[in-house]
């Protein structure tokens, strides 16, 4: 049977971005999303400005987020768990609280007018053949489906891109989320540290009369344990009444990734390569960004099936993040070192 053009595993933003890229370079495109449509993802929800930037290229702008539910905030306040009341407003140039299901959903449906999209569809295999690369997603599958080329945006699970050696050999962090009601909207997002050495801490992000709440732990090891880890986490914001939590493990850029890209014509882009901002936890704009840039990738790759162009990949997302990560470090402590 002949090749198709290319598979692409996952259906959030990572996902989304490489397709709508690779389609708008004329690759036909599969996306599989293990899910079914609106599926809930444990998020803070808050798009800021460089994501709301990369949502534009699928034609959502603002009045297409405010009817997703979302709503825009201009400012952030800052302060310590401890002094509860005395926050900081921090320079920001704003952004958007969406709500993740209805944000992801959007993406998908923009990118099926171009690419096929099939729902309840989890790669369970992905390996290299001959001539690209084949996409089981049932034992039952037998060789499986061909494709040219495959990009892995399976998110924090990252089993596919692991077992390839090209998840970005993330740190470990950990994030819980859930909705309170009977919030006063207003237009800024609130977070609050602890006193934790690794950066720790809770957030109220308003929608409406509602809000996300929720806590984090960036840089958390899966050496200590786990548990207590979400425990501390969970008292963080036991004051506000949260009956129901989502979250789980965040994979941080670490740095020591050398390797996004397998040989066969396989690369991986957004959480499953370990890319989420270390200092903040911030993941939309990575993975919109590096969907995007997995699709130039694999569409020079496409043309002559020369390695080079993967490596290069591979070198650019090294350059790219370390560079994002490193000036992000340097905003982050002085923002803290005002909170002295
Ligand atoms: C509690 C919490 C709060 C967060 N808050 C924020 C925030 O406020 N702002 C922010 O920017 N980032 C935040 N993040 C990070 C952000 O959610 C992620 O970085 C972002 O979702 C990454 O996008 P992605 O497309 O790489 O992965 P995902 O959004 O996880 O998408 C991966 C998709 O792949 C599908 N999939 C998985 N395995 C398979 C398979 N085998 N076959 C087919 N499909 C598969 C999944 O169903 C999913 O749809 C938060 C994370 C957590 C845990």
Known sequence: ????????????????????????????????????????????D?????????????????????????????????????????????????????????????????VSRTCEVRYSSAVAELFPNGSGVSVKVSQSDGMGEHFRA???????????????????APTQGVAFRGYVEGVQHRNSLLVELTSNPTMEYRWEFPIDASANVGACLLGFSIGESKGTAVAGLKSLVAGFGITKFSGGVEPLWSGNGRRWHHASGIVSCGDCAGIVDPITGEGITAALMSGEMAAFAVASYMENRDIITLERFSMRIGETFSAKYTAQKDIVSSMLASLE
Do not use: T
């Open 150 to 168: 495959a990009i892995i945006a399976s998110g924090a699970a990252s089993r596919l891109s692991k077992s390839l050696g090209i998840d970005g």
């Open 1 to 44: 049977m002949a090749a198709r053009g290319v598979a692409i595993v996952g259906g959030g933003p990572a996902g989304c971005s490489a397709a709508l890229h690779c389609s708008q370079l004329g690759i036909p495109v599969v996306l599989f999303e293990s899910r079914d449509r609106y599926r809930e993802k444990p998020c803070g």
């Open 46 to 110: 808050a798009l800021v400005a460089s994501a709301v930037a990369l949502i534009q290229r699928f034609g959502l702008g603002q009045e297409e987020l405010f009817s997703l539910g979302g709503r825009p905030f201009n400012e952030i306040r800052f302060g310590r768990v401890e002094s509860a009341g005395a926050h900081r407003s921090s320079p920001h140039p704003g952004g958007w609280v969406v709500p993740r299901a209805a944000l992801d959903q959007a993406l998908r449906d923009v």
